[in-house]
């Protein structure tokens, strides 16, 4: 069974700018989740969605969204990037919400310049 | 392959117990192994090893790591219905931005 992707691997982009990022789950997987890594602010929960549904929310500006298609396929999208925004952005997936175990994908690195 | 992998899956316990979670790793060039704990989708971080041996220790919690035999555990004792969370291991690689994580250890302690 194919793990999770997330495309593209690396990113650079400017200030102002915006940026979508993919994250394919795996197969039958409903659950998709929304993580950013940084050295500074550690493992931070952005969102989750279920059945194309947004159920849980991080405390991260409204800049940061998401949505997920029917496939369960989920695309994050941040607009008027700021440098701070520079970070690892991973997604994980899981057959259901909460409780079950999630399945990591590789990351997708940003670099705001 | 690299790959991170926790065990047991799942922990059923009652309050007062003490309880063991496992993480082993095979990775290439690593550089630290991080505890989390993740209540509600939040992770908390909860240790950052990369030294054999030596024992991080925060309240009932502790953890250790074993470069040689490549796993680490995480100690809870005396546990409390608070301690109920999944509980994430991931694996960071020297010289790149790669970061492996388990799939996690759900923790239920009952009253």
């Known amino acids: 069974k194919a793990g999770v992707t997330q495309t593209p691997r690396y990113l650079i982009k400017t200030r102002g700018q915006q940026v979508t990022l993919s994250c394919s789950p795996i197969?039958?997987?409903?659950?998709v989740s929304w993580y950013q890594q940084t050295p500074g602010q550690g493992l931070q929960f952005l969102f989750e969605?279920?059945?194309?549904?947004?159920?849980n929310k991080g405390n991260f500006p409204g800049r940061f969204s998401g949505r997920q298609f029917s496939n369960s396929r989920s695309e994050m999208n941040v607009s008027t990037l700021e440098l701070g925004d520079s970070a690892l952005y991973l997604c994980?997936?899981?057959?259901?919400?909460?409780?079950?175990?999630?399945?990591f994908g590789p990351g997708t690195r940003l670099t705001v310049t | 392959e690299d790959k991170v992998v926790q065990s047991p899956l799942s922990l059923v316990v009652h309050e007062g117990d003490t309880v063991t979670l496992n993480c082993s790793y095979e990775v290439t060039n690593f550089r630290s192994l991080l505890w989390y704990k993740q209540e509600k989708k939040a992770p908390t971080f909860l240790f950052m090893l990369?030294?054999?041996?030596i024992e991080k220790k925060s309240g009932r919690l502790s953890s250790i790591l074993d470069k040689k035999e490549l796993f680490s555990i995480l100690n809870i004792t005396a546990t409390q219905t608070g301690d109920s969370a999944i509980y994430l291991c991931a694996v960071e690689f020297s010289n790149t931005d790669k970061l492996i994580f388990g799939t996690g250890t759900r923790l239920q302690v009952f009253p």
């Open positions: 990369t030294s054999s041996g």
């Open positions: 994980a997936s899981s057959l259901w919400e909460f409780g079950y175990e999630q399945y």
């Open positions: 969605y279920f059945s194309e549904t947004q159920r």
């Open positions: 197969s039958g997987h409903r659950s």
